[in-house]
């Protein structure tokens, strides 16, 4: 009994002996110390603070910024705008490297895409962002004679489902009547080249289809001979027969690009038949409402009716060129080629900027 006691005891005086530490510790810090308040500091709060005990002589209270806190921002802001400056410089240097890209559709199509980036990063830090199309040598012929007027009317689905037109889908979108739009003659210029293979009768059914589907059009033929078949000359076609000893020569194809004065140009080489499957206002509502485009083209379909989609993709490895079938971007409803197989309608002016190689 006397060790329980002894041990009781010591357990007792540990645990106020620790208390006493405790307190001792905590009144060192001064976290138990009562200090009656300063006169002279309440007399300054209640005239800074007591807006009722003093409304004749109220004085706001007085709260000042850490100048560190002034001179970190106003850095941060010239930061910025340096940022900004040097993102716009880059893009207008990169508008500047797009202009020399405009013979390669591909990395002109891409750097078109970085400067768009940078535009973005220049308009969130406050900054003015590049026009990338100013003095773009891309499509600024096709609308100065019609700055107020479509060009071509706008498309939509005809149908209320998607059966519509089963089962050879003839008909499916169609053009909007709309009032102001420009005629197709005063657009589009057709240079055709027929396939040596095609007899006078096949001949005549091409012409026949252009003087049908787009009657009036101006059109350049070129061919080793003058026609001389009295049928085409009863359609009443704006023909123009050029004659040429080589038809597959670049020169040939220059020298066809000369007669055209219309802001759009049909580049139709081997035609074998000229239907409704031919559809110029849809080729030229794609450039219209695609600046950086200068070339469209569509499917073809050969005599046997076998269908094209014409877009080809080309890679350059070991001094060697490889064509390959599909595409790798599209926008707007359309597939991006290197190549197009078949007929194409182009901005003349574009067309003209790029050239034609005629070696």
Known sequence: MSRLRIRWLLTRVGVIMSILLVVQFVSQLGLLTIRSPDCEQLRVFKE????????????????????????????????SQKL???????????????????????????????????????????????????????????????????EVCPETFMGKSLDYGYPFFRKGFGRVNCTEFVQINQLVTLLV????????????HVFEGIARYYPGISTVLASKEKLSDENITKLKLNLKNMVFS??????????????????????????????????????????SD??????????????????????????????TAFFRGGYYHSFA???????????????????????????
Request: glycine letters at 8%; one cysteine or more.
């Open 48 to 79: 800074r603070f007591s807006v009722k005990g003093n409304p004749d002589n109220v004085v706001a209270p007085v709260v000042k910024k850490p100048e560190t806190m002034k001179q970190s921002d106003s850095v941060g802001v010239k930061d």
């Open 84 to 150: 900004a400056d040097d993102l716009k410089r880059l893009a207008v240097e990169l508008s500047e490297t797009k202009r020399s890209l405009v013979k390669s559709a591909l990395h002109y199509h891409r750097v078109g895409q970085h400067i768009e980036v940078l535009n973005g990063i220049i308009k969130s830090l406050g900054g003015e962002t590049v026009n990338q199309d100013e003095n773009s040598p891309v499509g600024k012929s096709s609308s100065e004679n019609s700055a107020s007027k479509k």
């Open 193 to 204: 080249i027929l396939p040596g293979e095609l007899s006078p009768k096949q001949q005549f």
């Open 246 to 287: 080589d038809l597959l020569h670049g020169e040939t194809w220059s020298k066809l690009l000369q007669e055209v004065t219309t802001p759009y140009v049909l580049v139709a080489p081997d035609v074998t038949h000229f239907n409704d499957d031919i559809d110029l206002e849809r080729l030229v509502r794609v450039l």
């Open 290 to 319: 695609n600046k950086d485009a200068i070339v469209a083209g569509g499917s073809h379909r050969n005599l046997q009716g076998e269908w094209d989609i014409g877009c080809l993709q080309v890679t350059f490895r070991n001094w």
């Open 333 to 359: 409803e359309c597939v991006v080629c290197d190549v197009l197989s078949g007929p194409f309608v182009a901005k003349t002016e574009g067309l003209r900027e790029v050239g034609i190689d005629q070696k």
